[in-house]
């Protein structure tokens, strides 16, 4: 089960201050963790609570990133559209443990691809088969990197947030991790790009 | 990527003015009152979705938008209008007062996607959950499948999503009801290929073609039933739903199928199975399956499911991204056949042969070593009652992952996921466990930052009295470690001569065979060699352009943190030989640490810390030790270089030298102890401390004078040389300046102390009883003793009768 897919900024921004990271697209599956918990908390306090969780998430993807990228060393070349296969063969990739209660109810994992400025996050239970989930961040990564023109200048990102939707409507249903061969990634594959040329 | 153009775009977001906002939402309400739902619409609606998200507080939407854009979510066939409405209503709160939830969504079935996902995410209550579960399975039952594409198929996505988070909110029959749907779509799903959906054939003729049966992976027939490793041109809806099915079905076995469930109203019978003694060889056939209850069923056609992914994963896919779809299921079916053989012990014998022969086809290919951890798991669960050796698994694990695989970050976090979850049985059953920390700690030595917080829960494990000291060592030079993986990786990457490329010294003294023995240790996979090595100096030397390599830097801000974990861990294990042992190893590895900047300061810190803990706890250990403390606090040097560990030395030093601490303690230890502190508190206050050292902190001074006195309140003689320095002391007037101190007022507090010191000496016995107090009055017994316990009872009292 996925808890969240979240798509942040890796990169210093001027705007905040250093290691804060600006989210660009964040979904939660499931209902909100403090429903069930015995929290008193008012429906508006439980959204600000889910969304502060998430920017923790952000911020500690960003550091893990920025770590990793130093600790290898690598100089970071520049990728422009149509490059998206090469974006995604240099980015970096880890997963880290998110302890119970930091933040998350429960023991999670959030694993990470680092494309270049942005961050792309998975935040799975800590039992879940990792090895699906990585595949399928790969292949939500290059959907939205290909879907949203992400490696030129534009903010599709922002603005045509419903085509990820639609992404993880079809690929990530409702948080489910999926077991897809080649055929059935295609066929979903096909409805996405058909509802994008819309 | 993220230019300037998004930033601003956020920032007007964010900042659009609260009436601005209100006439935007009002041309949208009247554009969703028009029936012309066009692109101004769309384009609208993503702009208020951006505005929504941009900052973390909630904002309301005004009730009449609410209610039209809840009736579009509902009404409109358009998929863009769908999901932009579901995404807006999630943003924003429900609508206060009656009608909270979006419940009456449902009253219109089909529920969509986009509707259900609205209606968990702002699920109030179980309540509400276990509505629209029970809305979604009535969905189920009986009606016949619709024309439209995978009308039921995210049923189980949200019934999984909401089991989740309580997985109480389905009740027996449910559980019942879905247990036999998914006995079906797994096992019976249809092995001819979908013909229904157009496949975008250019031919008119593709209705009229026969569709012929699925495929495996390599591209032969498929021979047996439908699993996830199938393909096919296109599928039909319960070949889709057999997709699903077995992505729920580890969650679905976990949550409903444990066998410490005590509220499952199941068999009987299989609590039966568990039986130590009289466990069934003969468990039930798949000919006879028909005849068992759901939950046994389903756990029968699990087994069969996973057994045949297994044979499947043997054969070559064709494509990349199908071999890894393959590891993945053998990861999978790994784990359900763990779940179910933990439910079932009889199925222990026939699902052990799978997975040994999987063990042995994949052992040797470090490709599927992340396969090989759930096969770990399933030996260390099942493994006794199979009663099988388990150690080709142990040696892997322990053995040849650490050392080959330590750059593998998912390997790593698994691995170390299994060996944190199962310290307690691995420490009882597997000996390997305790001695394979050099291999280990290879993983911490490449990624420190990812993988710390795994081993602060993994270390106290470690802690074992027979290798405690080796370990100790092992932590000091981690950073050593890394510098040495570092140059093993590079030179197996790069020819042995590198023509014009920048040589590093280290590298080649890593390939020296002078030297080979030094890197050989660091690199070791199993402890019991030997502590450390003679010429680890040399080894420090070698290794000092790594200083600064990023890796290294990184490794060296993690020691200190598992160092405060590894002393607290082994104070609970360790006697006092060996307690002594480790406060050696401590002051000879003080000067013995490669020369990062601040590592040295940050290790001595620690040391200090442990130290003083140490001898609190057992004061003995400093009359043991007595010898070589006095070494590190009789040389003048250590003043300079090792401060904050000579100011504890030498605190440990006066506070528990004392007959009271241990009887071993005599008058001439006593006087030697004195004299030499005494020797360095004379050179360092009678001269400027030594070019580029700057002068020694005013705490260092003032420990050495309270350690005399309190030495010389114990034995009497001594008491006059002291009183001499600290009258000496005394007549430092203001204003003067002194060559072992910098600042004034630093000065006047060491000059306070000397004469508070002085003032006490002069009364021997009282002297004695200040500085070196009985144990009783340093360790409090409050309510036990009965002077203070008056006190308290009589505090007590009076609040009670005082409350009214």
């Not at chain 2, 209606?119 to 009535?138: G, K, M, N, P, T």
């Not at chain 2, 729920?248 to 068999?267: E, I, K, M, P, Q």
């Amino acid at each position: 089960m996925v808890h969240s897919f979240l798509i942040h900024t890796v990169c210093p921004i001027a705007t905040l201050a250093s290691g804060e990271s600006r989210i660009l697209y964040s979904r939660v599956f499931g209902p909100e963790e403090s429903v069930l918990t015995a929290d008193e908390l008012n429906s508006e306090e439980r959204r600000l609570l889910q969304r502060e969780k998430l920017a923790v998430v952000a911020r500690k993807v960003r550091t893990a990133v920025s770590l990793s990228r130093e600790a290898a060393g690598r100089v970071m070349v520049e990728v422009v559209l149509g490059e998206e296969l090469v974006a995604l063969q240099e980015a970096d990739s880890g997963v880290l443990r998110l302890r119970d209660g930091d933040p998350f109810l429960g023991e999670k994992s959030a694993l990470w691809l680092g494309v270049q400025s942005l961050g792309f996050v998975l935040v799975c239970e800590a039992h879940e088969n990792l090895m699906l989930a990585e595949g399928t961040l790969r292949n939500l990564t290059r959907n939205c990197l290909e879907q949203l023109r992400m490696l030129g200048p534009g903010s599709e990102v922002l603005l045509k947030s419903d085509r990820i939707d639609v992404l993880l409507d079809r690929m990530l249903p409702h948080g489910q991790l999926l077991f897809l061969n080649h055929r059935f990634a295609n066929s979903l594959e096909k409805e996405v790009t058909a509802y994008m040329a819309k | 990527m993220y230019a300037a153009g998004s930033e601003s775009l956020v920032k007007q977001a964010r900042e659009i003015q609260d009436s601005e906002l209100l006439k935007f939402q009002n041309r949208i309400g009247k554009l969703l009152q028009g029936r012309d739902h066009g692109h101004e619409l769309v384009d609208s609606l993503r702009r208020l979705h951006l505005i929504l998200t941009a900052t973390k507080y909630t904002r309301r939407l005004p009730a009449e938008l609410q209610k039209s854009l809840a009736s579009l979510l509902r009404s409109s066939s358009v998929e863009q209008l769908q999901v932009l409405s579901s995404a807006v209503l999630r943003e924003t709160l429900p609508p206060p007062g009656q009608g909270r939830n979006y419940s009456h969504l449902q009253d219109h079935s089909p529920l969509t996607n986009y509707g259900a996902a609205l209606l968990v995410s702002q699920a109030e209550s179980i309540s509400d959950l276990s509505a629209l579960c029970c809305h979604l399975l009535r969905g189920l039952e009986g009606r016949p499948l619709e024309a439209a594409a995978h009308p039921h198929t995210h049923t189980l996505p949200i019934i999984n999503t909401v089991l989740t988070h309580c997985p109480e909110v389905l009740n027996q029959d449910q559980v019942t009801l879905l247990s036999k749907k998914l006995v079906d779509w797994l096992r019976y799903a249809s092995v001819q290929q979908g013909g229904g959906a157009s496949s975008g054939g250019f031919f008119a003729g593709s209705r009229s073609r026969q569709p012929g049966p699925t495929a495996e992976l390599d591209g032969s027939v498929s021979g047996d039933f439908f699993t996830v490793l199938c393909v096919g041109q296109c599928f039909s809806d319960d070949q889709w739903m057999n997709v699903y099915s077995f992505s729920v079905l580890r969650h679905w076995l976990l949550t409903y199928h444990s066998v410490a469930d005590g509220n499952a109203t199941g068999d009987p019978d299989t609590h039966g199975s568990v039986d130590g003694s009289v466990v069934s060889m003969v468990s039930a056939t798949s000919s006879s399956s028909r005849l068992l209850p759901p939950r046994e069923r389903l756990r029968e056609k699990a087994f069969q499911y996973c057994q045949r992914l297994i044979e499947q994963s043997d054969r070559k896919a064709v494509k990349r991204t199908d071999a890894e779809l393959q590891k993945a299921c053998l990861v999978e079916a790994v784990c359900v056949l763990d779940c179910v053989c933990v439910e079932d012990a009889s199925l222990v014998y026939r699902t052990f042969p799978f997975v040994k022969s999987l063990c042995g086809r994949l052992s040797s290919d470090l490709a599927f070593s992340r396969v090989l951890l759930p096969i770990a798991q399933f030996y260390l669960n099942h493994g006794e009652t199979a009663a099988v050796d388990c150690e080709c698994v142990w040696r892997l694990v322990f053995g040849r992952y650490p050392s080959e695989l330590y750059n593998n970050s998912f390997l790593a976090h698994e691995l170390l996921r299994f060996l944190r979850l199962n310290q307690g049985t691995l420490l009882l059953r597997v000996p390997e466990f305790t001695h394979s920390f050099p291999n280990l700690l290879k993983f911490l030595a490449w990624d420190s930052p990812a993988v710390v917080d795994d081993f602060v829960d993994l270390l106290p494990s470690l802690v074992t009295p027979g290798t405690a000291v080796e370990l100790l060592h092992s932590l000091l030079d981690l950073p050593c470690l890394t510098a040495a993986l570092f140059l093993q990786l590079r030179s197996s990457c790069y020819p042995i001569t590198e023509p014009g490329g920048r040589g590093l010294t280290s590298l080649e003294a890593f390939r020296s065979p002078s030297y080979r023995g030094l890197f050989l240790f660091l690199l070791r996979a199993e402890a019991g060699a030997g502590d450390t090595i003679d010429r680890l100096g040399t080894l420090h030397e070698l290794l000092v352009e790594a200083a600064d390599w990023p890796r290294v830097v990184q490794c060296a801000q993690t020691v200190p943190v598992l160092l405060h974990i590894y002393f607290n861990a082994v104070v609970t294990v360790a006697d006092d030989k060996l307690l002594s042992q480790l406060i050696l190893v401590l002051l000879d590895r003080s000067s013995l640490i490669l020369n990062i900047p601040n590592y040295t300061k940050e290790i001595h810190r620690v040391f200090s810390f442990h130290l003083l803990k140490l001898c609190k706890l057992r004061p003995s250990l400093v009359v043991n030790q007595s010898h070589e403390l006095m070494d590190l606090a009789g040389s003048t040097i250590n003043v300079y270089s090792k401060e904050d560990l000579f100011t504890h030395v030498v605190w440990v030093l006066g506070e528990h030298l004392s007959m009271s601490c241990d009887s071993r303690c005599s008058v001439e230890l006593i006087t030697s102890c004195f004299e030499g502190l005494e020797a360095v508190l004379f050179e360092i206050t009678s001269s400027a401390p030594p070019p580029e050292q700057p002068c020694p902190a005013p705490r260092v001074i003032t420990s050495l004078m309270s350690a005399l006195a309190k030495l010389a309140s114990r034995s009497h003689d001594l008491i006059p040389r002291v009183s001499l320095f600290l009258s000496k002391l005394r007549t430092l007037s203001r204003g003067v300046s002194v060559p072992w101190c910098s600042d004034e007022e630093d000065v006047v507090a060491v000059v306070t102390r000397g004469e508070e010191l002085w003032s006490l000496l002069k009364l021997p016995g009282v002297a004695q009883s200040v500085l070196t107090p009985p144990p009783r009055t340093t360790s409090p017994r409050w309510h036990g003793d009965t002077n203070t316990a008056l006190a308290l009872r009589l505090r007590a009292l009076s609040a009670l009768t005082n409350s009214h």
